[in-house]
């Protein structure tokens, strides 16, 4: 178990902050898709990096963690005008939002599985709030430009993000050193969303546990 109190380790800091710049990145993505000026990029890309580790704390009662260290809210804001003024015009967005939106969710559901654990929460807990700090970033995303978000489509979004958290949880439970703890759990999450991306795997309605590709109406 791990002490309350006990500072974030190296690794899960640059694990927290990488997925702080790829998810604001996939946000101002999202924002280029909508034509939308630099306050439009700022603020749906430092949303999108910063909601689900918010969501987490709020729910576990615990500080908020970039209103003590502005860190993670400098590091959205840049990439995000990064973001807006590299930008190519002529660029397909989509593609490039739905990677970097991967990258996000494979490192945080780690994070915010450690996180909870550090903090005292019990297994279960800790693997949901993984599964939360994954994908808060990205619903907040979706709602704010009015899109459908990316967890009700059916595509294993939520379930790549759980598997990771569950991964890394199970892993620290059997005393696996933490750092290949850290890269195990994030290359499933990742291979598990970057194969439901490649070959639109989905969960499907009653009857239809998986489904790989679109099926016509």
């Not at 970033?137 to 294993?156: A, E, H, S």
Request: net charge neutral; hydrophobic share 50%.
């Amino acid at each position: 178990m791990m002490a309350p109190n006990e500072p974030l380790s190296t690794s899960i800091l640059v694990m927290m902050y990488f997925g702080d710049v790829v998810f604001a990145v996939s946000g101002a993505l999202t924002a280029a898709r909508f034509r939308m000026d630099f306050l439009g990029f700022l603020m749906v890309g430092t949303v999108t990096g910063i909601g689900g580790g918010t969501t987490r704390d709020l729910l576990l009662g615990r500080t908020v963690w970039w209103t003590q260290d502005p860190t993670e809210l400098l590091l959205c804001a840049g990439a995000s005008l990064a973001t807006y003024f590299f930008i190519s015009h002529d660029l397909s967005h989509r593609k490039g939002m739905i990677w970097a939106d991967a990258l996000g969710l494979s490192v945080f559901g780690v994070v915010g599985c450690h996180v909870a654990l550090q903090f005292g929460s019990p297994f279960v807990i800790a693997v949901f709030m993984g599964m939360v700090t994954a994908t808060g970033g990205g619903v907040i995303r979706d709602v704010l430009t009015n899109t459908q978000p990316i967890i009700l489509c059916g595509q294993l979004y939520a379930t790549a993000a759980l598997l990771g958290s569950l991964s890394y949880a199970t892993l620290r439970y059997l005393a696996t050193p933490e750092i290949p703890a850290e890269a195990i759990a994030c290359l499933a999450a990742f291979a598990l969303r970057a194969l439901a991306i490649l070959y639109d795997i989905r969960t499907g309605p009653p009857g239809e546990f998986i489904r790989i590709g679109q099926r016509d109406p």
